[in-house]
């Protein structure tokens, strides 16, 4: 038993994600991090502020190093951070000399924050190629199905006939814009060090930073980590694909509830009416969309980041980014699986 839907033994099944959660694993969090300080060694020792040989050491660590997880846990009840006990344990691996040259001039927000960038870089991607499938599915359904007929409704109430290529294009035309906007999505580095201002690095700060979030394929730019408009900038995409995806589920529900426009393979069985056929993934859409919804406020207020870090507010993050990311990978697996199952649409 978990406290998390998404991961959940058996509701899993229905709203996780097996291709994106590993993202979220402590393995993944550590290895990401372990990027970052392999990276800015080699940034640092580019512009001649630790030896090449250092910089060697060090990347050559973090590429086999195995964090002892049961200290890591002890250090973030007491730290609030996982990086300080992270790095303890690195300075041990890499030896006395290489050590002074590890996490210089950089701190834990830079670690944590550069770490989750790189992570959902890659699962961005995964969802561009997902809303691409999407798209896709929806093409080949107008082209089979676009001719058919169905009842418009506004304000729940039947209007018009419409046909089956207008209510497809209301589908699809949103989700094309997110598959364009997450393919331009940037991801910027996060380096500022102890307050934001790379106080260690001197006049070389910046260029340091630059190489870094080169070597990581994150894109440059100044320290956020007091303004947090990336993460918001991210969760409101993910809020926005889920909300979309959420109108198709509706939508296909109340085909469903109607009866005679739509037939869906794949639906859910009852328990008390051997009859019936749910449409569970259109009504776990609707759920997702208003689950991401509702957390998005939450991410909103870690905008009030008081001063140059806030503690309450990056924690509020962790809590929520997570589960919001996995309810949206869940939006688009549903989705595909939905609009594949559909086997007529619309009335000839």
Avoid at 167 to 192: C, H, K, N
Wanted: glycine share 10%; proline share 3%; net charge negative.
């Amino acid at each position: 038993m978990t406290a998390s839907p998404f991961d959940h033994p058996f509701l899993s099944g229905l709203l996780g994600d097996d291709e994106i959660a590993p993202y979220f694993s402590a393995e993944a969090d550590i290895r990401a991090m372990l990027s970052f300080e392999a990276a800015l060694a080699k940034a640092e020792a580019a512009h001649g502020l630790i030896a090449a040989e250092a910089a060697r050491r060090i990347a050559e660590i973090c590429a086999g190093f195995s964090a002892d997880l049961l200290h890591l846990r002890a250090a973030a009840a007491k730290d609030g951070v996982v990086v300080p006990e992270l790095i303890t344990q690195l300075r041990t691996e890499v030896g006395e000399e290489a050590a002074k040259s590890l996490h210089l001039g950089a701190t834990s927000q830079d670690v944590i924050d550069t770490g989750l960038m790189i992570r959902l870089k890659a699962i961005v991607f995964l969802f561009a190629g997902r809303l691409s499938a999407i798209v896709a599915g929806l093409d080949g359904l107008d082209r089979q199905f676009g001719r058919n007929r169905l009842m418009g409704h506004t304000r729940m109430q039947a209007a018009i006939p419409i046909s089956v290529s207008d209510r497809l294009a209301a589908w699809r035309a949103p989700l094309e814009i997110y598959r364009d906007r997450l393919t331009e999505q940037s991801f910027p580095v996060q380096f500022g060090g102890a307050a934001g201002t790379l106080d260690k690095l001197g006049p070389q700060g910046p260029a340091i930073r630059a190489s870094l979030a080169q070597e990581l394929g994150l894109t440059d730019t100044r320290q956020w980590q007091s303004g947090r408009l990336p993460i918001a900038d991210i969760a409101g995409m993910f809020t926005s694909i889920s909300g979309s995806l959420g109108k198709i589920g509706q939508d296909i529900a109340l085909l469903a509830q109607a009866g005679g426009e739509i037939e869906i393979a794949g639906g859910g069985s009852s328990s008390a009416m051997a009859h019936k056929q749910n449409p569970v993934a259109a009504e776990t859409l609707v759920s997702l969309a208003r689950f991401n919804a509702t957390a998005l406020s939450g991410i909103h207020h870690s905008l009030v980041h008081e001063q140059e870090r806030s503690g309450a507010a990056w924690t509020l993050e962790w809590l929520l980014l997570p589960q919001m990311t996995m309810a949206t990978a869940a939006s688009l697996r549903l989705a595909g699986e939905l609009t594949g199952n559909i086997k007529r649409l619309g009335t000839a």
